[in-house]
């Protein structure tokens, strides 16, 4: 994290964010090729014109700047929307230290460790990401303070604290029974009422939308298993409270019985889903719900099963866990369940998000299809549609390039040459 912060405070670094906040109010960009709407091909010879943030128009060949204007040459280079990363905890990053540093570092520490990682998102061209998973405090106020431009990084849509049960994943486990009584948070509920007042209380501290965790999970340092973990009664009592109050609900879930509850309780998506099979393709087809796979997070828990860092009963699920999650993901293709990108970064490191697009490359999608998943799709699950996952006038100006067509190799998008979100350039082609 160190090292985060002293590349953000470097002159290089902030020349380059003071340089995008002081561009002319208009902006035209003479685009090459332009994916203005993943799933539909390129536009080519493009000129997109950017005024006060938005995109006001996307118009065939390259058209003369207005007087004042600021021109950017992208005339080699392969343009995209923003890319959205349905699923990160950007507060933390998972390694050897990170079971004490939940005890020594404050809602400040994690929020500063947050900025650091947010830019580095931002620089990878992921402008807009949902954080499922962090404190409050911390959580809330990053992403406060990035929509006010106070910190550079990609707009942030959270749920705060995951909602658990006792004792479960998301709970605190692993711990001697003093420390666990003393840290223990409001997020863990048991029985319907309890776990409304849990919910209330999320949407109370500012929670865009309410995460669960269904079942149990790899990383929690417990041996309760993969399977369902809240009672049907309280699924159901969840996802009403959430929905009365304009929220939806997303579950983490990796055992097959656990997405079925969950699912048939009204649960508007899934994250991992790691159990998905026919019967549970034809519940997310009949609820119309989304998973959002995390296969990134897979294979990062999979290199960790012979660290002596991790704990016993996590490396023994993620054994089991790890290697299953690609064919996951290409049953869901195969049957036809909308998939939105998300990656579990924080598990992985963060700035690494775009290895999810190889891991979809090999459960089947083409690279069109993959990155549909990030831009299009991810806009409609966060609720955004309106505002960003396209290149198209009314839309913020959160647009990206590489050098190279990533419709022929994903690859590309591991090193973005260009990033604008907002209408400001924070990385800039060299």
């Known amino acids: 994290m160190t090292k985060i912060m002293r590349k953000l405070a470097t002159g290089a670094a902030l020349a380059t964010v003071m340089t995008g906040a002081a561009m002319a109010d208009t902006t035209v960009i003479h685009a090459g090729h332009v994916l203005a709407e993943p799933g539909e091909g390129y536009l080519t010879r493009q000129t997109i014109t950017v005024e006060d943030g938005k995109i006001v128009s996307v118009e065939a060949g390259y058209q003369r700047a207005p007087r004042g204007a600021e021109l950017i040459d992208l005339k080699d280079a392969y343009v995209l929307p923003g890319l959205i990363d349905s699923h990160v905890h950007i507060?933390?990053?998972?390694?050897?230290?990170?079971?004490?540093?939940?005890?020594?570092?404050?809602?400040?520490d994690a929020a500063f460790d947050g900025a650091g990682f947010a830019y580095v998102t931002l620089l990878s061209g992921f402008t807009t990401v949902q954080d499922v998973g962090a404190s409050n405090n911390a959580i809330f106020g990053l992403r406060d303070a990035i929509a006010k431009g106070n910190v550079p990084g990609p707009r942030i849509r959270a749920s705060g604290q995951a909602i658990s049960v006792t004792g479960g994943h998301g709970d605190v486990n692993g711990y001697s029974p003093e420390v666990m009584a003393l840290f223990t948070g409001k997020n863990v509920c048991n029985g319907a009422d309890d776990c409304r007042r849990a919910v209330r209380r999320q949407i109370k501290e500012g929670a865009d939308v309410i995460k669960i965790t269904a079942t149990g999970g790899v990383l929690s340092n417990t041996r309760a298993g993969l399977e369902q973990q809240f009672t049907d009664d309280e699924l159901v009592a969840i996802v009403e409270t959430a929905h009365s109050m304009g929220r939806k609900v997303t579950a983490h879930a990796h055992g097959k019985g656990g997405i079925i509850a969950a699912l048939?309780?009204?649960?508007?998506?899934?994250?991992?889903?790691?159990?998905?099979d026919d019967e549970t393709v034809a519940l997310f087809k009949e609820h119309?719900?989304?998973?959002?796979?995390?296969?990134?997070?897979?294979?990062t828990v999979t290199g960790?099963?012979?660290?002596?860092?991790?704990?016993?009963?996590?490396?023994?699920?993620?054994?089991i866990i790890g290697p299953m999650m690609v064919e996951t993901l290409r049953r869901a293709r195969a049957g036809g369940v909308t998939v939105a990108f998300g990656t579990d970064?924080?598990?992985?490191?963060?700035g690494d998000n775009a290895g999810e697009f190889d891991l979809m490359i090999e459960a089947g999608y083409t690279p069109e299809e993959a990155i549909r998943t990030a831009t299009v799709v991810a806009s409609e699950h966060v609720e955004m549609a309106d505002q960003i996952g396209t290149i198209s006038a009314g839309k913020h100006a959160d647009i990206i390039a590489v050098m190279g067509d990533p419709l022929k190799d994903i690859g590309e998008l591991h090193d973005v040459d260009f990033v604008m979100k907002d209408g400001t350039v924070y990385k800039q082609v060299q």
């Open 91 to 108: 507060t933390g990053e998972n390694g050897p230290n990170e079971r004490i540093k939940a005890f020594e570092d404050t809602d400040v």
């Open 264 to 276: 048939n309780a009204g649960i508007d998506s899934i994250e991992h889903g790691t159990y998905t």
């Open 288 to 299: 119309d719900a989304v998973l959002v796979p995390t296969v990134l997070a897979g294979a």
């Open 304 to 319: 960790w099963v012979n660290e002596p860092w991790l704990p016993a009963p996590s490396r023994e699920k993620a054994a």
């Open 345 to 350: 970064t924080g598990v992985s490191k963060h």
